[in-house]
């Protein structure tokens, strides 16, 4: 049974940082290398959207809202993928999502709440 459990979100003033962690258990040997990972947000009131993706190869997709502020990233040997939020604004408030999909099987976490306000 794959499992995504999210962590590191919390209240943040704007302009500060935050880093999200997404660890996968469940996956056997180097599979979660194959996986591509991703972070989705959903602010109240809207759509889930997606934030960025990464593939196995590393390389990534953003979103243009958040582009040149988050980073994704990830350690395959840890079965672990991050979110690096930087100078964020109070419209990045949302839950946000880890997200994984291989080969066609989607996997979703529970959400952590980032919250940026003054």
């Known amino acids: 049974q794959v499992q995504l459990v999210e962590s590191g979100g919390g209240l943040v003033q704007p302009g500060g940082s935050l880093r999200l962690s997404c660890a996968a258990s469940?996956?056997?040997?180097?599979?979660?290398?194959?996986?591509?990972m991703g972070w989705y947000r959903q602010a109240p009131g809207k759509e889930r959207e997606l934030v960025t993706i990464?593939?196995?190869?590393?390389?990534?997709n953003t979103a243009d809202s958040v582009k040149g502020r988050f980073t994704i990233s990830r350690d395959n040997a840890k079965n672990t993928v991050y979110l690096q939020m930087n100078n964020l604004k109070p419209e990045d408030t949302a839950v946000y999502y880890c997200?994984?999909?291989?080969?066609?099987?989607?996997?979703w976490g529970q959400g952590t709440q980032v919250t940026v306000s003054s």
């Open positions: 990464i593939t196995r190869g590393g390389n990534t």
């Open positions: 469940g996956i056997p040997g180097k599979i979660f290398s194959s996986f591509v």
């Open positions: 997200h994984g999909q291989w080969p066609t099987q989607v996997y």
